[in-house]
């Protein structure tokens, strides 16, 4: 499977016309037909519908898209890699995390590194820990931050000195927005929002003392943001941690911490046996630095 075929099929996917992908990849429009005929012969499989206005994708192609979009990528960020190996000291650092004001600690690094390096360029990605995890393992991310509970058996890593506290994100006109705090038997057919990675580590179980599939959870989420406009609407009471939404001026929100406490600890990971760019290995030497 040739490297510029994908492209040209990602070029397609994208922009749904021929047309379009042809004038985007500066060439011409029966030459972007063959060359996909010729990708779906070589895979033996549909992965275009043609439609009289549009073209989509087949189930076999949708699969091929995310497929083709990872080799991109990994290609497009080994080039950079390469291309950084000269005198000066710039390249690419590319990090993934969740959201969390403990980031604030990368942001730091980043600041640090930038007065010293300033041709280093970061690509920053927010995600669950799965999604990071997922790129970390195929060598598209550098490093990953990730929240407890988290399996880091896999992965070489620095423990961050902070821990996040976990909460109740709830309108102010809630029933439990008189409380300072939030107690187990308090969320009894209450309708959540809860993350992914919470249910799915079962991270509430211990501190419940149950099985946190018993909650009524309405809605799950990945990031905080969205939600938060859930919430504001009253679908229901989030599980966020502590600082993520603005609650300052005339928001309509409030943050209660759990009681008794809950926390998690956050570490930046890396695979084991990485081989990192110059960029990679500096910023690392930098935020060990931050961190002592």
């Known amino acids: 499977m040739d490297i510029r075929v994908l492209r040209y099929f990602l070029a397609l996917a994208n922009t749904e016309t021929i047309s379009s992908a042809a004038e985007f990849l500066h060439t011409t429009q029966p030459n972007v037909s063959r060359q996909l005929s010729e990708l779906e012969k070589e895979v033996g499989r549909q992965l275009f519908i043609r439609g009289s206005r549009k073209i989509t994708l087949t189930e076999e192609g949708?699969?091929?898209?995310?497929?083709?979009?990872?080799?991109?990528?990994?290609?497009?960020?080994?080039?950079?890699?390469?291309?950084?190996f000269d005198d000066t000291l710039g390249g690419d650092v590319y990090i993934g995390g969740g959201e969390s004001n403990t980031m604030r600690t990368i942001a730091?690094?980043?600041k640090s590194l930038q007065t010293d390096h300033?041709?280093?360029?970061?690509?920053?990605?927010?995600g669950y820990a799965y999604d990071i995890m997922e790129y970390l393992d195929k060598g598209l991310l550098d490093f990953g931050v990730l929240f407890e509970p988290v399996d880091l058996k896999k992965y070489d890593h620095i423990r961050l000195p902070l821990n996040d506290t976990w909460g109740l994100l709830m309108r102010k006109d809630h029933p439990l927005a008189c409380y300072s705090s939030i107690q187990p038997q308090q969320l009894e057919n209450l309708p959540l929002l809860c993350s992914n990675q919470m249910l799915k580590e079962n991270g509430l179980s211990g501190w419940l003392?149950?099985?946190?599939?018993?909650?009524?959870?309405?809605?799950?989420?990945?990031?905080?943001?969205?939600?938060?406009?859930l919430v504001e609407e009253g679908v229901g009471c989030a599980f966020s941690f502590e600082n993520?939404?603005?609650?300052?001026?005339?928001?309509?929100?409030c943050f209660r911490?759990?009681?008794?406490r809950l926390t998690s600890g956050v570490y930046v990971v890396w695979?084991?046996?990485?081989?990192?760019?110059?960029?990679a290995k500096k910023f690392l030497e930098f935020l060990q630095e931050e961190l002592t």
């Open 209 to 229: 003392g149950y099985d946190c599939k018993k909650l009524n959870v309405v809605a799950t989420f990945n990031l905080i943001n969205t939600p938060a406009l």
């Open 118 to 126: 300033p041709q280093i360029r970061y690509h920053l990605l927010s």
């Open 62 to 84: 949708m699969f091929l898209r995310k497929r083709a979009q990872e080799i991109v990528d990994l290609l497009d960020k080994t080039e950079q890699e390469f291309s950084s």
């Open 257 to 260: 911490p759990l009681s008794p």
């Open 244 to 253: 993520l939404i603005n609650l300052s001026g005339d928001s309509n929100l």
């Open 271 to 279: 695979k084991k046996y990485q081989v990192f760019s110059k960029a």
């Open 108 to 110: 730091k690094t980043i």
